[in-house]
């Protein structure tokens, strides 16, 4: 592993008290786990988005080319897991809970047991390293929907939930990423691997919210946001640097996308990794290895549209292709949630912090300003200085 990595892996373990938080949401988009959830799910995940009829087809016929199941859960139940080992096994005594967006166990339900748990100042690690409406603001109006729920409710008092910082560039998701890689190039046969391609991909969104995802300071020359681009570039380089550092190889690498979905005369962030793999194939490259870099654990995105779609399509073309694996539940990456942790809490007690970050644009900031990753709409967002929850 590269210098920088290998460094990065020991540092001093995040220790101390979590004061002010007295629990931590594991929030997660959530997904089908049998035939008849698709489309009550797709439902769920569509509503008032605008997407085509004929799209949600398609996707609810990858999600029944599975049984229905998405992998997204049972991901989350391991990550929970995960969780409460390093939690138990580091003296941090903090109740981890689950809620999803759009399936059970939802976070409207899990906000209510929070609450009636007597939980008042909440923790909340998103299942989505990078800057965007639907990778973060979304998930900050669902967190105002439920504690606007608990309000009518007639909650006496409502916790106080704040949203953990972006992690693309925590050492602890970018390292198993990095392993991930090599161990993908060693199953491609030796005489390509030296030649090979990192590909990596990230979910496709309408170029028009890439161009106002953020702004994130420090993260954007003009402050002017595009933050979503320049963080999975951020990672991409750092993953690139260690293979290259690990193996000696200059493997060439480009950022491509996945997952492209809205109507076609909508621009969205191209090139699709299905014409990346054409491009490749007619320059000549002998072999790629899909990096879901934009991706924390093993989503239908994964197994659809990179190991079913990709992987024929670079059949097709003889390609030898191979996908990385994501962080799913690795101890590292549930070591990182726990530094994340301890480190706001330090923050939010006014303390000074040490914090981990990889690549050029150093650490996320720990508030979203006003205005991070605009929605169409204005809808109330939590945890973040436009929230209306204290
Ligand atoms: C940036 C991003 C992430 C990463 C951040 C994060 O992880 O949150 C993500 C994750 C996910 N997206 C997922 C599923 C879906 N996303 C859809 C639609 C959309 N996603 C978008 C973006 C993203 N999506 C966008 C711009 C749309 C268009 C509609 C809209 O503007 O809202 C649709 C509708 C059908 C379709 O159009 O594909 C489905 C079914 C699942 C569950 C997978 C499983 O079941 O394993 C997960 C983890
Ligand atoms: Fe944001």
Redesign the pocket.
């Known amino acids: 592993m590269s210098d920088q990595l290998r460094a990065a892996a020991a540092p001093t373990p995040a220790r101390g008290p979590a004061a002010p938080y007295d629990a931590l949401l594991l929030l997660s988009?959530g997904?089908?786990e049998g035939p008849d959830d698709v489309v009550p799910f797709?439902e769920n995940?569509?509503r008032g988005?605008g997407?085509p009829r004929e799209?949600?087809k398609e996707?609810g016929s990858h999600?029944y080319g599975f049984g229905g199941v998405?992998?997204?859960n049972a991901q989350n139940r391991e990550l929970l897991e995960a969780l409460r080992k390093d939690f138990a096994e580091q003296g941090v005594d903090v109740p981890v809970y689950w809620g999803n967006r759009n399936w059970a166990p939802y976070l409207d339900d899990v906000m209510r047991e929070m609450a009636a748990d007597g939980r008042r100042r909440i923790a909340v690690l998103?299942?989505?390293a990078?800057a965007?409406y639907?990778?973060c603001r979304q998930?900050r109006e669902n967190l105002a929907d439920a504690l606007a729920l608990l309000e009518r409710e007639g909650a006496a008092e409502l916790p106080r939930v704040d949203k953990l910082r972006h992690y693309f560039n925590h050492p602890g998701f970018l390292q198993p990423m990095a392993e991930g890689v090599l161990a993908a190039l060693e199953q491609l046969p030796e005489e390509v691997r030296a030649g090979a391609h990192l590909a990596f991909t990230t979910?496709s969104?309408?170029t028009a919210?890439a161009d106002t995802s953020g702004p994130v300071p420090g993260h954007t020359a003009d402050g002017e946001g595009g933050a979503y681009v320049r963080q999975h570039l951020d990672a991409a380089a750092v993953i690139a640097d260690a293979v290259r550092a690990e193996t000696g190889l200059e493997l060439p690498w480009r950022l491509v996308y996945q997952?492209r979905?809205?109507a076609p005369h909508i621009p969205w962030l191209e090139p699709d990794i299905c014409d990346h793999l054409e491009e490749l194939h007619a320059a000549g490259a002998p072999a790629v290895v899909m990096v879901p870099i934009?991706?924390?654990s093993d989503?239908?995105?994964v197994l659809y549209d990179l190991d079913t779609e990709a992987a024929a399509k670079a059949a097709e073309l003889g390609l030898p292709a191979v996908r990385s694996a994501t962080v799913g539940a690795d101890p590292r990456f549930a070591a990182a949630v726990r530094e994340l942790l301890l480190e706001r809490a330090a923050v939010e007690r006014g303390e000074a912090v040490e914090r981990c970050a990889l690549g050029r644009l150093g650490p996320s900031h720990d508030v979203c300003p006003v205005g991070c990753c605009p929605a169409r709409g204005a809808r109330p967002a939590a945890a973040g200085a436009d929230s209306p929850y204290a």
């Open positions: 988009f997904g089908p797709l995940v569509t988005r997407i799209r949600l996707v999600y998405s992998p997204i998103a299942t989505s990078y965007s639907s990778g998930y979910h969104i309408p919210a997952s979905s809205g934009g991706f924390v989503h239908m995105e």
